[in-house]
């Protein structure tokens, strides 16, 4: 259960960060300072000055009847789905990246022998990781929808799916009064002996 936490927790760091990278171009921003009152306020501020540049952008070319905009972002995604899909099961650029596509290709032929040719798995497996949403300034790396997929997918299969949470793997009442029994500390407050003063009034 803790490892699946931290396995949580680690990909949404990664995300977190990623996204950091996007909104505001620092790249080597620590995780104490994007969740500090100036990073929080940098974070948001570059999600939507971003999104609204996006967004002005598309409006005035539908406006001017421009196409090109479209053709780009078309040309682009066919191009950055192309580079991670090649990242994903091509790159031997390295033999810690060729073991990774091999791991890749072999986990995808194991699908298509026990399921058979199953869209799910398609899209799973080969389409959401090399589905790009932005690019991360500062490197070739880049946001997929992967990200975001593979997070809510370990949260529901380690976390809420794991029987940690079933009925057979609750804990034992009795074993917690014993532990609790041996473990028990005893906290008392000390007595402590006051002296008592007598002041002679009438002799001052």
Do not use: Q, R
Not at 4 to 17: A, D, E, F, Q, Y
Not at 37 to 54: A, C, E, Q, V, W
Not at 151 to 173: G, R
């Amino acid at each position: 259960m803790v490892c699946s936490v931290i396995t949580v927790i680690n990909s949404c760091g990664k995300l977190l960060k990623n996204g950091f990278k996007w909104a505001t171009g620092n790249s080597s921003a620590t995780f104490k300072e994007i969740f500090s009152k100036d990073g929080m306020t940098k974070l948001f501020s570059g999600i939507k000055t971003n999104l609204s540049n996006g967004l002005k952008d598309l409006g005035e070319a539908i406006k001017m009847g421009n196409l090109n905009i479209f053709k780009t972002a078309l040309k682009d995604f066919g191009s950055d789905f192309l580079t991670n899909l090649k990242g994903e099961f091509l790159d031997f650029g390295s033999v810690k990246d060729g073991a990774s596509s091999v791991k890749h290709g072999l986990s995808l032929a194991k699908s298509f022998v026990n399921d058979g040719f199953d869209v799910g798995n398609i899209v799973e497996k080969v389409v959401l990781p090399s589905i790009g949403l932005a690019h991360v300034p500062g490197g070739d790396s880049m946001i997929v929808v992967d990200d975001f997929y593979s997070i809510f997918d370990d949260i529901n299969s380690k976390i809420i799916d794991s029987n940690v949470f079933s009925n057979d793997n609750m804990i034992n009442t009795d074993v917690l009064d014993k532990i609790s029994s041996i473990s028990s500390i005893d906290i008392s407050i000390p007595t402590i002996h006051v002296p008592e003063i007598n002041l002679n009034l009438s002799a001052a």
